[in-house]
Antibody, heavy 118, light 111 residues
Framework: EVQLVESGGGLVQPGGSLRLSCAASGFTFSSYWMNWARQAPGMGLEWVASIHKDGSQKKYMDSVKGRFTISRDNAKNSLYLQMNSLRAEDTAVYYC???????????WGQGTLVTVSS | QSALTQPRSVSGSPGQSVTISCTGTSSDVGAYNYVSWYQQHPGKAPKLMIYDVSKRPSGVPDRFSGSKSGNTASLTISGLQAEDEADYYCCSFAGDHALGVFGTGTKVTVL
């Protein structure tokens, strides 16, 4: 059974940092692109970042470029999102998702809430 | 990349059909046959309902169907059921060097 479990969310002050993790199981992790998406309270979905199977390619939404870094450890079946210089507008539930190609995300984690507030 | 445009809400009675539109540009929806649709119930993670414009993943009822014409994709729910009440988001591939783009989301209400 495919499982994606996010962790690392919480309350952080503006300008602070947080590292999200996503533990994957039930599939060959190194065979898939992996993505982070987010959803601000009462708002729609956004793709935040995407990473190639071997980590060689990374893509980011414009508003997080230079502040967020996506990475993965295929030996540990884990996906990460390092978030620096956090802003109030980064407050959202963050989901990791397995990408079968062209943003076909058939599996999602349960989400982890990040709240940026003083 | 701007979000794809969806109606804020659509509604229908049980057994009826509803169609949700998803309008993009010639750089996303119009350029590729890689439009997917996600269903999201409150407090839950999104669920893939349609991919590659019109393909259904295993387990998704055939009441859900997708299509595309030009820069606009559509999701049709036939034989509406109470459990179909949810938010629906379209998503399109937008090229190798860009992230995919979601639609603005549509709330489906079963009257």
């Amino acid at each position: 059974e495919v499982q994606l479990v996010e962790s690392g969310g919480g309350l952080v002050q503006p300008g602070g940092s947080l590292r999200l993790s996503c533990a994957a199981s039930g599939f060959t992790f190194s065979s898939y692109w992996m993505n982070w998406a987010r959803q601000a309270p009462g708002m729609g979905l956004e793709w935040v970042a995407s990473i190639h199977k071997d980590g060689s390619q990374k893509k980011y939404m414009d508003s997080v470029k230079g502040r967020f870094t996506i990475s993965r450890d295929n030996a540990k079946n884990s996906l990460y999102l390092q978030m620096n210089s956090l802003r109030a507008e980064d407050t959202a539930v963050y989901y990791c998702a397995r990408d079968s190609g062209f943003y076909v995300a058939g599996y999602w984690g349960q989400g982890t809430l990040v709240t940026v507030s003083s | 990349q701007s979000a794809l445009t969806q109606p804020r809400s659509v509604s229908g009675s049980p057994g009826q059909s509803v169609t949700i539109s998803c309008t993009g540009t010639s750089s996303d929806v119009g350029a590729y046959n890689y439009v997917s649709w996600y269903q999201q119930h409150p407090g839950k993670a999104p669920k893939l309902m349609i991919y590659d414009v019109s393909k259904r993943p295993s387990g998704v009822p055939d009441r859900f169907s997708g299509s595309k014409s030009g820069n606009t994709a559509s999701l049709t729910i036939s034989g509406l059921q109470a459990e179909d009440e949810a938010d629906y988001y379209c998503c399109s591939f937008a090229g190798d060097h860009a992230l995919g783009v979601f639609g603005t989301g549509t709330k489906v209400t079963v009257l």
